[in-house]
C-alpha cells in the first residue's frame, strides 16, 4: 500500500513547509507524492515552492509538487489535508476586530470569530469535498482548517467523505503534564473530553497511580513550569476539579482577555498579519538573492517568532515580539536538516498510520462522538481519544466530566448546529440564533448586530447568507 499520495488544500498555508519537511523526515517512505492546493499565485509562489525546494534539498526531488488545480491534486488521493484560511489572514483580523469593539472575545476559533470564520468557510471545504467524492472516493480528509471542531462537524454531517479533525492542543497539554510529572508521555495515561479548544484533562497516570489531585494542589507550581497553565486561576481550576486545555481561557477569563488585548494594542490576528506580510516578503527576497537554505533560514526565524508570541498579546498585554525576536537572532537560522516531529504532524500521521493498519493505536481526534460524551448526540463531533485501526476511528469512553464542563460542552455544541444548519441553508436569521446561544456572546440582539457588520465587511465571502 506504500507509498501513498498526500494532497494538502491550502499547500501555502504557513504551516506546510515545516510540515512537509517534517513528514519527509519522520516518514520519508510513506508518501510516494505530496501535491500542494494553492490557488493564490504568490503564497503558491513563495511558501508552497519552498515546500517543493526543500524536498529536493532533502534528498526526495520530485516529491512535492504544487498547483492551482483540484483535479490534479486529488485524482489518486490517499489521504487529503485541509488546512485553509477563507478570506486570509486580513478575514481573520476583521473577524476579531468587530467582536472586541463590543468588549467581547475577539479570536478566530471561538466566540463570534470563530462563528464568522466558520461561516466563509464551511461551503468552501464542502465544495472541496464534492470534489474529492469524485475524483478520490476512497481518500480520508483530515481537517486541521478552523474551527476544526465545527467544520469537522459539518463535513460529517453534509460532505460525502470520511474525516476525522486533529489538533495537538491535547495531547501537548498532556505532555506537558507528563514533563512535569518526570514521567515518559508515551506510557502516562490519561482521560480527556470535549470540544475543540474546549477540552478537560481528568485523570493523569503515572505507573498506574492517580495523578490529577496531585497537579491540582500543585497547580502554582505547573504554571510557573508552563505559560499555558499560567493564564488560569489556581482556584478556579480547583474547585472545578479538572486541568483546562488553554483555549478554555476565552470562557473561564473573557475580561482579562479583553482588557489585556487592550493594553497591547493589537490583536493576535494583527500581529500575525505584520508577520506573516514580513514572512512572504523575506522568502521571496531570499529565493531571488539565494536559495532554498535561505528562503528556510527567513521562513524558520518568523515562525519562531510566531510560535514564541503565541497567546503572549491575549494573557499578558504584550505580544513579547522584540523578545522572541531577540531570542531567534541569537539561536541563529534554523538548518533544514534538523527537524522535529510533534504538533499537528505527528497527530495527523498517528492517525494514518493507523488507518493504514501500520501503527493502530490511541489518538485525540475530532469524530462524532457515540458513546464517548453520553450528554451529546450521537452525530455531534466530539474531541475525544479514539482507537485508530484499519476499521476506521473507534471513540473511547472519555469519564465523567465536571458538571461546569458539560454545561459549557452542551452550550456550545448547541451553537455549533445552529451554524453548521445556518451554512449549508444560507440563513443569516439562523445564523444570528445560532450565535446568541454561545456562551461568550450576550443574547440575541448582540448576536444580529454582529452578524451584520460581519456580512458588510466579509462582503463576497459571506454573501450567500440572506
Wanted: charged share 20%; hydrophobic share 45%; proline share 5%.
Amino acid at each position: 500500500m506504500f507509498p501513498m499520495k498526500l494532497a494538502v488544500i491550502g499547500g501555502g498555508g504557513m504551516r506546510v513547509p515545516a510540515f512537509v519537511r517534517a513528514i519527509l523526515h519522520g516518514r520519508p517512505a510513506l508518501f510516494g507524492e505530496i501535491c500542494l492546493l494553492e490557488p493564490d499565485t504568490v503564497r503558491r509562489e513563495t511558501i508552497a515552492r519552498l515546500a517543493v525546494e526543500l524536498a529536493g534539498a532533502l534528498g526526495h526531488p520530485g516529491t512535492v509538487h504544487a498547483t492551482a488545480d483540484a483535479e490534479e491534486a486529488f485524482s489518486g488521493a490517499d489521504f487529503v489535508f485541509s488546512a485553509i484560511r477563507v478570506g486570509g489572514d486580513r478575514g481573520r483580523v476583521i473577524d476579531e476586530e468587530v467582536a472586541l469593539r463590543r468588549g467581547l472575545v475577539g479570536q478566530e476559533t471561538t466566540g463570534p470569530g470563530g462563528c464568522a470564520m466558520a461561516l466563509r468557510t464551511i461551503p468552501v471545504v464542502l465544495s472541496y469535498c464534492e470534489a474529492l467524492a469524485r475524483l478520490a472516493p476512497g481518500a480520508v480528509l483530515i481537517n486541521f482548517t478552523n474551527p476544526a471542531g465545527l467544520i469537522t462537524q459539518a463535513i460529517s454531517l453534509h460532505a460525502r467523505v470520511r474525516a476525522v479533525g486533529v489538533c495537538d492542543t491535547p495531547s501537548g497539554t498532556i505532555g506537558c503534564l507528563a514533563r512535569f510529572l518526570g514521567a515518559d508521555a508515551s506510557v502516562t495515561g490519561f482521560r480527556y473530553g470535549g470540544l475543540n479548544h474546549l477540552g478537560w484533562i481528568t485523570s493523569v497516570t503515572t505507573g498506574g497511580e492517580e495523578r490529577i489531585g496531585e497537579l491540582l494542589a500543585r497547580y502554582e507550581e505547573l504554571q510557573r513550569f508552563d505559560h499555558r497553565f499560567a493564564i488560569f486561576d489556581p482556584a478556579l481550576v480547583r474547585r472545578v476539579g479538572a486541568i483546562p486545555t488553554e483555549y478554555v481561557y476565552y470562557f473561564y477569563d473573557p475580561k482579562r482577555y479583553v482588557d489585556a488585548v487592550a493594553r497591547a494594542g493589537a490583536s493576535r490576528g494583527q500581529d500575525v498579519l505584520r508577520l506573516n506580510e514580513e514572512l512572504l516578503t523575506g522568502v521571496a527576497k531570499a529565493f531571488a538573492a539565494g536559495g532554498v537554505h535561505d528562503a528556510w533560514a527567513a521562513y524558520s526565524a518568523l515562525m519562531g517568532i510566531r510560535h514564541d508570541t503565541y497567546m503572549r498579546a491575549d494573557a499578558d498585554g504584550d505580544s513579547g515580539q522584540a523578545r522572541a525576536r531577540a531570542s531567534r537572532a541569537a539561536a541563529g537560522p534554523g538548518r533544514l536538516d534538523d527537524a522535529r516531529l510533534g504538533g499537528y504532524e505527528g497527530i495527523a500521521l498517528r492517525v494514518i498510520e493507523g488507518l493504514t493498519s501500520r501503527h493502530p493505536g490511541t489518538v485525540i481526534v475530532n469524530t462524532p462522538g457515540g458513546g464517548a460524551l453520553g450528554f451529546l448526540d450521537a452525530d455531534d463531533v466530539a474531541e475525544v481519544p479514539a482507537f485508530v485501526h484499519g476499521g476506521g476511528v473507534a471513540p473511547l469512553a472519555c469519564g465523567e466530566l465536571p458538571r461546569s464542563a458539560r454545561a459549557l460542552i452542551t452550550q456550545v455544541k448547541e451553537y455549533e448546529r445552529g451554524i453548521v444548519s445556518a451554512a449549508v441553508s444560507g440563513d443569516a436569521g439562523l445564523a444570528a440564533l445560532a450565535l446568541a446561544q454561545h456562551p461568550l456572546v450576550p443574547g440575541v440582539t448582540a448576536a444580529r448586530e454582529l452578524m451584520d457588520e460581519y456580512r458588510e465587511r466579509h462582503g463576497p465571502h459571506l454573501a450567500y447568507l440572506r
